[in-house]
């Protein structure tokens, strides 16, 4: 039986297709993934995001424990509301999982993702028995992404605009006042665009959906959610990095806080090792701009140069109108590359792993 | 449901045939297929005066989300191909059936389609599959 969201029947009502996503019932398009797509980069769109998992960090060994938990450094947290992007080692350095930790007024709270959910509390109740803390998963709580450049406009409209124009991107906020109780609304977001992730009760998710939806924004699946994350080179947990990957080759090394040096955290040891030992692969881009699409796990040559690296996501980039894709290479690919496409050796040019950013070729 | 033509012959890896008056056969992908596929960003068509052999590949269809193989349900000699889909790949979404067919073969033999689904056949055949 697949998990619904509190959207589900929405997102049926709407037109949504439906599809198992990581154990989840998931609107994959309501009919074309690209429509969805342009009107995040022209306008804006909503996704329910609901599947991905809150998880609250409270009591006074809070701060100790995600300093150890995470490789990321939550000292980096100045003022509640701000939120930070890192990884969640395993004692070899491999990335059990990535996610968004914000400073809340009463602790710290995670958004972690959703094919990951047993495992990461798993882990995270695990290593926090040596903590005065207490773990609690909150799945009474809906969370609808709000992207694109007129996102913010859209959502100040509906629910005012006083509390989130001064947001900082990557800053988020409580709502206060009546019907906003458990309300909080961060200046995040996946896909490259400007816009909003709205947590809310379950019950008042349905409600913004429709009023989100009245005032012109757009419905969108979680197939142009990929191809707007890829475009704007942004990591999917089990392609980019797994268990397996470490932050530093999945180009996640600016997550990693190295300093201070006393600051032990999970994988640490791993990836100092491995830091001076040089690592041997690199998250690239790929851009391939005649007929054909780069797909994932398809490999990836360059001449002259040893090893095979091997696409990690690809896909048609509906802004650009061709191929992109991420790969992981050996670190010396340098320009160009070869990737073997059922039996045709297509060339394509390597790049920094960013395509897009607001709407714009960025390479 | 997707639309199935009660006029026209299936594969069941789903493409459909056509055999026009002059006696040569349109090929395109079925209305459950385009809708399966998703957005088609790119079409490879097999060159015109190529041979095609029933039941093997004679081009690709990619769409966001995957590459199919397209295969031709008849032997014979590609007379003509749909030029729009270089252009308009997105044709083969708004009509599987009429714009958005790929190519047309001069069978060698047409009763080859004898063996392809008729429209009855291929609806079980969809059924089946989901």
């Given at each position: 039986m697949l998990k619904q969201t509190p959207l589900f029947d929405l997102h049926r009502d709407m037109g949504g297709k439906l599809v198992d996503f990581g154990g989840w019932n998931m609107p994959v398009n309501y009919g074309s993934q690209i429509e969805e797509h342009h009107a995040v980069r022209n306008g804006a769109g909503m996704f329910d995001v609901s599947h991905m998992t809150v998880v609250d960090i409270q009591g006074t060994g809070a701060r100790d424990f995600l300093r150890y938990l995470l490789a990321n450094d939550v000292d980096r947290l100045k003022m509640p509301g701000k939120a930070l992007y890192t990884g969640m080692l395993n004692a070899s350095g491999g990335v059990i999982d990535d996610l968004i930790v914000y400073l809340m007024a009463d602790g710290y709270r995670l958004v972690v993702n959703c094919a990951t959910r047993e495992k990461d509390l798993a882990w995270i109740n695990s290593q926090s028995e040596a903590y005065d803390v207490s773990v609690a998963e909150r799945p009474e709580l809906a969370m609808i992404a709000v992207q694109g450049p007129l996102?913010?406009?859209?959502?100040?409209?509906?629910?005012?605009?006083?509390?989130?124009?001064?947001?900082?991107?990557?800053?988020?906020?409580?709502?206060?006042?009546?019907?906003?109780?458990?309300?909080?609304?961060?200046?995040?977001?996946?896909?490259?665009?400007?816009?909003?992730?709205?947590?809310?009760?379950?019950?008042?998710?349905?409600?913004?959906?429709?009023?989100?939806?009245?005032?012109?924004?757009?419905?969108?699946?979680?197939?142009?959610?990929?191809?707007?994350?890829?475009?704007?080179?942004?990591?999917?947990?089990?392609?980019?990095?797994?268990?397996?990957?470490?932050?530093?080759?999945?180009?996640?090394?600016?997550?990693?806080?190295?300093?201070?040096?006393?600051?032990?955290?999970?994988?640490?040891?791993?990836?100092?090792?491995?830091?001076?030992?040089?690592?041997?692969?690199?998250?690239?881009?790929?851009?391939?701009?005649?007929?054909?699409?780069?797909?994932?796990?398809?490999?990836?040559?360059?001449?002259?140069?040893?090893?095979?690296?091997?696409?990690?996501?690809?896909?048609?980039?509906?802004?650009?109108?061709?191929?992109?894709?991420?790969?992981?290479?050996?670190?010396?690919?340098?320009?160009?590359?070869?990737?073997?496409?059922?039996?045709?050796?297509?060339?394509?040019?390597?790049?920094?792993?960013?395509?897009?950013?607001?709407?714009?070729?960025?390479? | 449901m997707s639309e199935i033509r009660s006029e026209l012959k299936y594969l069941s890896s789903h493409e459909w045939a056509r055999v026009e008056e002059d006696g040569t056969v349109t090929i395109g992908i079925t209305d459950h297929a385009q809708e399966a596929l998703g957005d088609v960003v790119f079409v490879e068509t097999p060159e015109v005066g190529s041979q095609v052999s029933a039941g093997e590949e004679a081009g690709v269809v990619e769409s966001v989300k995957a590459a199919s193989d397209i295969y031709s349900p008849v032997t014979g000699e590609v007379i003509a191909v749909n030029e729009v889909l270089e252009e308009a790949p997105e044709t083969v979404n708004e009509s599987p059936y009429d714009d958005g067919w790929f190519f047309k073969v001069k069978p060698s033999d047409v009763s080859e389609l004898d063996g392809a689904m008729d429209s009855e056949a291929y609806v079980k055949s969809v059924e089946d599959d989901s």
């Amino acid at each position: 039986m697949l998990k619904q969201t509190p959207l589900f029947d929405l997102h049926r009502d709407m037109g949504g297709k439906l599809v198992d996503f990581g154990g989840w019932n998931m609107p994959v398009n309501y009919g074309s993934q690209i429509e969805e797509h342009h009107a995040v980069r022209n306008g804006a769109g909503m996704f329910d995001v609901s599947h991905m998992t809150v998880v609250d960090i409270q009591g006074t060994g809070a701060r100790d424990f995600l300093r150890y938990l995470l490789a990321n450094d939550v000292d980096r947290l100045k003022m509640p509301g701000k939120a930070l992007y890192t990884g969640m080692l395993n004692a070899s350095g491999g990335v059990i999982d990535d996610l968004i930790v914000y400073l809340m007024a009463d602790g710290y709270r995670l958004v972690v993702n959703c094919a990951t959910r047993e495992k990461d509390l798993a882990w995270i109740n695990s290593q926090s028995e040596a903590y005065d803390v207490s773990v609690a998963e909150r799945p009474e709580l809906a969370m609808i992404a709000v992207q694109g450049p007129l996102a913010r406009g859209k959502v100040h409209d509906l629910i005012g605009a006083a509390a989130l124009e001064g947001l900082k991107i990557f800053q988020g906020v409580p709502l206060s006042g009546e019907g906003h109780a458990d309300w909080f609304v961060a200046r995040t977001g996946y896909t490259g665009e400007d816009g909003y992730e709205i947590i809310l009760p379950a019950e008042a998710a349905v409600q913004l959906w429709q009023d989100l939806a009245r005032i012109g924004v757009t419905p969108c699946g979680l197939g142009a959610r990929d191809t707007l994350r890829l475009e704007a080179g942004m990591n999917l947990y089990g392609h980019e990095m797994d268990d397996d990957t470490s932050p530093l080759v999945a180009n996640m090394a600016w997550t990693v806080a190295w300093e201070p040096a006393e600051r032990n955290f999970i994988g640490r040891a791993a990836l100092t090792a491995e830091k001076s030992a040089g690592i041997s692969h690199k998250l690239v881009g790929l851009v391939y701009t005649g007929k054909g699409v780069l797909r994932a796990e398809q490999e990836v040559s360059a001449p002259g140069v040893d090893g095979v690296g091997v696409i990690t996501s690809g896909t048609f980039s509906p802004t650009l109108g061709y191929s992109i894709a991420l790969a992981r290479v050996p670190v010396g690919f340098a320009d160009q590359a070869v990737v073997n496409v059922r039996n045709r050796q297509l060339e394509v040019k390597i790049i920094s792993p960013c395509f897009v950013r607001s709407g714009n070729k960025v390479f | 449901m997707s639309e199935i033509r009660s006029e026209l012959k299936y594969l069941s890896s789903h493409e459909w045939a056509r055999v026009e008056e002059d006696g040569t056969v349109t090929i395109g992908i079925t209305d459950h297929a385009q809708e399966a596929l998703g957005d088609v960003v790119f079409v490879e068509t097999p060159e015109v005066g190529s041979q095609v052999s029933a039941g093997e590949e004679a081009g690709v269809v990619e769409s966001v989300k995957a590459a199919s193989d397209i295969y031709s349900p008849v032997t014979g000699e590609v007379i003509a191909v749909n030029e729009v889909l270089e252009e308009a790949p997105e044709t083969v979404n708004e009509s599987p059936y009429d714009d958005g067919w790929f190519f047309k073969v001069k069978p060698s033999d047409v009763s080859e389609l004898d063996g392809a689904m008729d429209s009855e056949a291929y609806v079980k055949s969809v059924e089946d599959d989901s």
